[in-house]
C-alpha cells in the first residue's frame, strides 16, 4: 500500500493551496481518508477526514470553513482544498486511510509521507 501526498509549497497568507493524495495496491473506496499536520516541536494533529464513498466529512474547528476535503475514487485520489491559509497551518500534512465507511480522527492503517506547507506572514 502506498500513499503520496503532495501539493505543498510556499505561499502568502490568505493563498491557497490544493494537496492531493494517491493511493494505490489497496482497494480504495473501502477505505476512509484523513489528512493530518504537524507543525515543528508540536504534536500530529488531525485536519480533516472523508468517508469511503464521499458523503461525509469530518474536520477540525481550526480549519472549518477554510479547507475542503473531497475525494475521487475512480482516480483513487483525496484532495484537500485550502484557502484562506494562515501562517499557523505551516506543518508538513499527512494522509492516512483506514478500512472504515466513516471518516475517523485517529488509529489509520495506513500513512503516506508528508508534503510541507509553508505559509508566510
Known amino acids: 500500500v502506498q500513499l503520496q501526498a503532495s501539493g505543498g509549497g510556499l505561499v502568502q497568507a490568505g493563498g491557497s493551496l490544493r494537496l492531493s493524495c494517491a493511493a494505490s495496491?489497496?482497494?480504495?473506496?473501502?477505505?476512509?481518508v484523513g489528512w493530518f499536520r504537524q507543525a515543528p516541536r508540536k504534536e500530529r494533529e488531525f485536519v480533516a477526514a472523508?468517508?469511503?464513498?464521499?458523503?461525509?466529512?469530518e474536520s477540525a474547528d481550526s480549519v472549518k470553513g477554510r479547507f475542503t476535503i473531497s475525494r475521487d475514487n475512480a482516480k483513487n485520489s483525496v484532495y484537500l482544498q485550502m484557502n484562506s491559509l494562515k501562517p499557523e497551518d505551516t506543518a508538513v500534512y499527512y494522509c492516512?486511510?483506514?478500512?472504515?465507511?466513516?471518516?475517523?480522527?485517529?488509529?489509520?492503517?495506513?500513512w503516506g509521507q508528508g508534503t510541507q506547507v509553508t505559509v508566510s506572514s
Open positions: 492516512a486511510a483506514k478500512m472504515t465507511p466513516v471518516p475517523t480522527t485517529n488509529n489509520y492503517d495506513y
Open positions: 495496491g489497496l482497494t480504495f473506496s473501502r477505505y476512509a
Open positions: 472523508i468517508s469511503r464513498l464521499g458523503a461525509i466529512t
